[in-house]
């Protein structure tokens, strides 16, 4: 059995953690086991966010994509997918760094859901003041 070359890189956003495998291949890209289209299947933005590193390099047939996700909804998860691939597109040649960093795909969104705050009806939300 022959040992295949793979990059790995992992991305995170709001609850969402996903775990890329980019192997050299022909652009097809796993989600849980299931195909991009099968998983991602309402929403035809989500699916070209995802690919939007492969896209900006012009590597779209170059690498399979095998990836792990967890957590979040479908919006964070693929946010999650994309900066793990443009982490593993750096692995494979250090020169697409310049090119996903201005395009702002290496950097992580950490804005998160705020805590539920004690005696408050949410985070921020407040009983309603009555004077009389």
Do not use: C, W
């Given at each position: 059995?022959?040992?295949?070359?793979?990059?790995?890189?992992l991305?995170?956003?709001?609850?969402?953690?996903?775990?890329?495998?980019?192997?050299?291949?022909?652009?097809?890209?796993?989600?849980?086991?299931?195909?991009?289209?099968?998983?991602?299947?309402?929403?035809?933005?989500?699916?070209?966010?995802?690919?939007?590193?492969?896209?900006?390099?012009?590597?779209?047939?170059?690498?399979?994509?095998?990836?792990?996700?967890?957590?979040?909804?479908?919006?964070?998860?693929?946010?999650?997918?994309?900066?793990?691939?443009?982490?593993?597109?750096?692995?494979?040649n250090?020169?697409?760094?310049?090119?996903?960093?201005?395009?702002?795909?290496?950097?992580?969104?950490?804005?998160?859901?705020e805590?539920?705050?004690?005696?408050?009806?949410?985070?921020?939300?407040?009983?309603?003041?009555?004077?009389?």
């Amino acid at each position: 059995m022959v040992k295949q070359e793979y990059y790995y890189a992992l991305g995170r956003r709001k609850s969402s953690t996903a775990r890329v495998r980019l192997i050299p291949g022909t652009g097809k890209i796993t989600v849980n086991g299931k195909s991009v289209d099968d998983y991602f299947s309402n929403s035809k933005t989500i699916n070209s966010k995802i690919v939007e590193p492969f896209i900006l390099l012009d590597l779209f047939n170059k690498y399979d994509a095998s990836v792990i996700v967890s957590g979040g909804g479908h919006s964070s998860q693929s946010e999650a997918i994309r900066l793990a691939i443009s982490k593993a597109l750096v692995l494979v040649n250090g020169d697409y760094k310049s090119t996903l960093k201005r395009s702002d795909l290496l950097s992580r969104d950490s804005r998160d859901k705020e805590r539920k705050k004690f005696g408050l009806k949410g985070a921020r939300k407040q009983r309603q003041f009555t004077k009389r």
